[in-house]
């Protein structure tokens, strides 16, 4: 009989159900094993160490920490829920913001490819228009003419002088082929050209006066109360700065006020001055101061005159002109709005015969229709403008200063 033949069926069974027990228990053991896998977090931040985990699994029992563990996973998922919204967040503005920087400089680049073409556009049409021609029509003349029609006729200038100006820029301009951009310019220079061939030019005083061997012999002539005393005064005041030295010829023999008038500026201003008793023959004061001129070596000398519209006064300057043979005639007309002076120039002119005027008063008012009107009318250059009753209230006249007041300069 064997071993386990000779063991007792009771002990056989003992360890049959021992087996059985051991085998149930081991399974029990595994299937733990495998639900705490399952609930174990996949991916856990938080480390915890096998020491702690140890201690947690001892301490605590199994249902509640497989529900911390699922609470832990959940924070855990929450965290990385959040950690992408975060980052998609932050992705979507950097991209938004770089879509909106690249269509602004879409729009840039659009605006400026658009301006230069508008540029060039303007450029060419400038360029076209530029090497364009034609002909200047009349009627293209009439259209840059009427500023200045507008401006004659504010200064009162007589509609003949103005239909003489146009008439002249009509002959210079008309029919004329000329680059377009260029007509406005073209008209402006030839009613430039038209006034200015109209003002004589004046001779140089100063240099006649030194280059005489006589005297140099300047009548002063025009109407009462013109400003032919107060005009002689300030050319030998003029004289006086440029180192010419004048005699004053008192020949406005008619009151003895009108001499001493001339006495007084030439004690003021210490001029030389010749005059007589009132009533006295103007002509032989004339003469006298220019004797005295030749004696004391005085290179000018400056004759008053009276004016009374009279025959007896026009007489009288005749016999003046014909005594000291004057160099120059000067003729004074105050500036005028009307053709008062006008008029009178004319007058004088065909009975003495002017050499140059005087404009007196331009300060009171403006000379420019004074200036164009006598220029057009008497031809005679013009000298002087008096711009006020002082000794020192002269300038020089010149013509582009005229131009420039007609916007012509
Ligand atoms: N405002 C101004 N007054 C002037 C001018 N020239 C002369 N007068 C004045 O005009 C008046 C007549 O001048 P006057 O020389 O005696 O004229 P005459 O009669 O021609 O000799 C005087 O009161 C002068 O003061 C001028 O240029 N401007
Ligand atoms: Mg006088």
Redesign the pocket.
Known sequence: MSDESKEGIGQKIKRVLKRIFASMFSKESKEIQSKQSEMKPKKSKTKVSPKKRAKQTKKEPMQKRSRKIIKKQAEVKKAENEEKKEINESDYKRQETSLKRESRKELRKAFFKKKKEKKVKKEKSLISLATERAKILNSDIDKEFSEWELLFHNINLASEIIGKIKEKVYQDLGGRDIKIEKIEKRINFAMRDAISSMIQPQSDLIKQIKSASDPFVIL?M?????????????VGRWLQKKDVLSILAAS?TTSSQ?AS?LEDYAKKLDLPLTKAKAGSEPALVALEAKKYAKEQGIKCVLI?T??DGSSNAAKEIKKIISTVKPNIKLF?G?STKDDSTLQQAIYFNKEFGIDGVII?????YDEKSTVLTLSYSIKKPIYF?????EPD??IPFEKEAILKKLKLG
């Open positions: 002063f025009g109407p009462a109360g013109s400003g032919k005393t107060r005009s002689l005064v300030k406005d009108a008038e008053d009276a004016w004074i105050k007196s008063k331009t300060d009171i403008l008096g711009t006020g009753s209230n002269l």
